[in-house]
């Protein structure tokens, strides 16, 4: 690289230790500290994995809700869960620092969980003492209990917006960019780092919805909430290996963004006189415009430009979060309906999800130990294959993977008629829940390509000083495909229903999921030939060495 590009490429920033002195590349950072922050998300996984996968049950269950009613309100949950780490990214980067957020994030964390536990406790309690003696008078309780409930849910979804996007970037921190050694560790880091939280509780999260259908809900989202305060501790342990970066402001959020707008006012205003003077302008006037110009850039173009590049890329791929959104309702309520019997145990629809971990978890060493030194034989790039490529192989695995959900639920409706089922929703369908295996398998496999691509790819490409932002505006793509998917749903149940039976019928087997799924389909579609023009203009950032 010449001296001119040089010139062009921002400054590293320092790395400092838990004392504040600058870091050792020997002693700090890399893998030792790594597998700390790994081991955090680990349990921050199951937690949220844990209360998140069976909740359509709990829900549809002791709660009593409606099926589209309950997938709106998990949409909806979810998608807040997924937006607000922009929040918690802001309030990381600007003032708290990853380190501190993550604390305060995790203390949050273990109070909504408790919380949650505590409102499973309460209520069958209230049930029990007021049997059948249930009056007017009464009738307040379950809604208390309701509101209990989702505000409870919902300090979990915020503790997640401090958590989530401060855990990776501060794990990611831990690898040199500048070096190519470490950055070649730190593609590798992405892929482990989805192998570990998914990895490590592809048995864990089975077992806990199994003591949720089988023992209690108690116990359910006690545990979640003792393993959290678990990993808390470990992370503290850690402190003496980690690699730490000052936010970038020091002022606070509210401070840098009023700058930023100050300055990009005033540069709009310097325009705006300039268009209105039709003399040429003197020499010392634009020597005032190029300082006002050079201002500006200081505070806003540089890192906004360098953001709403993203923007398209991200954009593209809301179609995949809303497939993504649908394993969790749509998928296990559709599980709920087979035959899930394996000998004399009858396997919990939500541990189907289980085989999404264990795609991943058999995916990602061959990625990372096979194909990723394959390809790096013929295309020199550390990562083997670019970060938009992987990205765009995990889309193509979305449409596949909607299609045999289409076909699969066809399967199941005609299984359904033909044993005359379609109005005995209680009765089992004798249609083995092996049938649905592909479509969790793929699911698991588009993940492996799309999600970890675009993790690396938005911590890799913003600011250095926006990493946890950028990893939030990542996770804000399925939070917003939860809402859209929600949107979905509740549109789609309100024009059906008109005309007779909603496809997303209480009785599933008068619905029409497969309708559902073609249109996902056909909207991959459309998203994929988006996403491939959109990565074909991409400019990429800068590096300090060249990647191909």
């Not at 003032?95 to 499973?120: E, F, N, P, Q």
């Not at 479509?439 to 691509?453: I, K, N, P």
Request: net charge neutral.
């Amino acid at each position: 690289m010449d001296a001119a590009a040089e010139l062009l490429l921002p400054r590293p920033a320092t790395a400092l230790d838990h004392l504040g002195r600058p870091s050792s590349r020997h002693n700090s950072g890399r893998w030792p500290a790594a597998v700390y922050i790994i081991g955090v998300e680990i349990s921050e996984r199951f937690a949220f994995g844990g209360i998140s996968g069976n909740l359509i049950t709990y829900l549809t269950g002791p709660l009593g809700q409606s099926t589209a009613s309950a997938a709106a309100a998990i949409n909806a949950w979810h998608g807040a869960a997924l937006m607000l780490p922009l929040l918690g990214a802001a309030v990381a980067d600007s003032w708290l620092g990853r380190y501190r957020t993550i604390i305060g994030a995790s203390l949050l964390y273990v109070l909504g969980l408790g919380m949650l536990t505590l409102s499973s406790i309460i209520v069958p309690q209230q049930q029990a003492e007021l049997g059948s003696h249930l009056d007017s008078s009464a009738s307040w309780t379950p809604a208390i209990h309701v509101a209990f409930f989702y505000m409870s849910l919902y300090m979990v979804a915020f503790a997640q917006g401090g958590h989530k996007p401060c855990v990776q970037a501060f794990g990611a921190d831990q690898f040199d960019e500048n070096d190519p050694e470490e950055y070649a560790s730190r593609s590798s880091f992405f892929n482990w780092w989805y192998f570990g939280t998914y990895g490590a509780n592809t048995i864990t999260v089975s077992i806990l919805n199994y003591i949720q259908d089988n023992i209690s809900w108690q116990f359910g989202f006690g545990i979640p909430c003792i393993v959290m305060s678990l990993s808390l501790v470990v992370f503290w342990l850690g402190t003496n290996t980690y690699r730490f970066y000052p936010p970038r402001s020091s002022g606070g959020i509210g401070k840098s963004n009023l700058e930023w707008i100050q300055c990009w006012c005033a540069s709009l205003c310097s325009k705006s006189s300039d268009k209105s003077q039709f003399a040429p302008a003197s020499s010392s006037k634009r020597g005032e415009e190029r300082d006002e110009d050079n201002v500006a850039k200081k505070w806003f173009p540089d890192d906004a430009v360098a953001v709403l590049q993203l923007l398209p890329v991200g954009a593209t791929c809301l179609v995949y979060a809303v497939v993504f959104a649908q394993w969790m309702t749509v998928f296990t309520k559709q599980a709920n309906t087979l035959d899930r019997g394996i000998g004399s145990i009858q396997v919990p629809a939500a541990a189907l999800q289980s085989l999404i971990s264990v795609s991943i978890v058999v995916s990602i060493p061959i990625y990372d130990r096979i194909l990723v030194p394959l390809a790096r034989k013929y295309t020199m790039n550390p990562s083997g294959i670019t970060m938009l490529q992987r990205i765009g192989v995990g889309l193509v695995i979305s449409v596949v993977l909607m299609v045999v959900a289409a076909l699969v639920e066809m399967r199941r409706l005609r299984i359904a008629r033909d044993y005359g089922l379609v109005d005995k929703p209680e009765v089992t369908i004798p249609m083995s829940f092996w049938w649905l295996v592909p479509q969790f398998v793929l699911s698991g496999l588009a993940d492996v390509f799309t999600m970890v691509g675009l993790q690396e790819f938005f911590y890799d490409q913003v600011p250095d000083g926006l990493r946890s932002l950028g990893l939030a505006l990542y996770l804000s793509i399925f939070g917003i495909g939860s809402f859209i998917s929600s949107f979905l749903v509740y549109a789609i149940d309100e024009v059906t229903s008109r005309s007779g039976d909603s496809w997303f019928s209480d009785n599933l087997n008068r619905g029409h999921l497969d309708y559902f799924y073609w249109l996902l389909a056909l909207l991959n579609v459309f998203g994929l030939v988006a996403y491939l023009y959109f990565s074909q203009v991409y400019t990429h950032k800068k590096k300090g060495f060249s990647v191909p």
